[in-house]
């Protein structure tokens, strides 16, 4: 599977997982919120982690390349090689290694940005999987009375 793949079918689980917890929320009301509280904590997780795979967002999680990451590294690239290959009928291509460095440090970039994506997302899913395990019983019936939170 690769990376876009990836992303896309996390997104796919993220959204069932929002869509179940916002069916289960009941109105706010003055007294007993502490289970919508809960809800609203994991749905706002959720969100922004689903804003930083999309590639927006004021409260995007910081460190993951967007779903748009493989599309806009080729674009790039694209054009660090075109200014190495030259364009048009009678170009020559350059000889000048600054754009050959250029385009390894380029790579060598988005290898590390790449890498910290699916390091934070491996932060970021089991700490979602860890409030809904925790939280189950708020998540599914907020309205009852638990004995903890």
Avoid: W
Avoid at 10 to 38: A, F
Avoid at 93 to 118: G, H, N, R, W
């Amino acid at each position: 599977m690769n990376y876009r793949s990836f992303l896309i079918e996390l997104l796919d689980d993220l959204r069932s997982v929002r869509s179940d917890i916002v069916i289960r929320m009941p109105e706010i009301k003055p007294e007993d919120n502490l289970g919508v509280e809960v809800q609203v904590a994991v749905i706002t997780t959720i969100s922004n982690l689903e804003k930083a795979i999309q590639g927006g967002g004021k409260d995007e999680v910081t460190g993951i390349a967007a779903v748009s990451f493989p599309t806009s590294y080729f674009k790039e690239r694209a054009a660090i090689e075109e200014k190495a290959l030259g364009t048009g009928k009678d170009a020559e291509p350059s000889k000048s290694e600054s754009l050959k460095i250029q385009a390894a440090l380029f790579d060598a970039d988005m290898v590390s940005k790449l890498s910290t994506s699916y390091k934070e997302l491996g932060v970021q899913i089991p700490y979602i999987i860890a409030c809904i395990a925790q939280n189950m019983k708020k998540l599914l019936n907020p309205r009852q009375a638990t004995g903890h939170y």
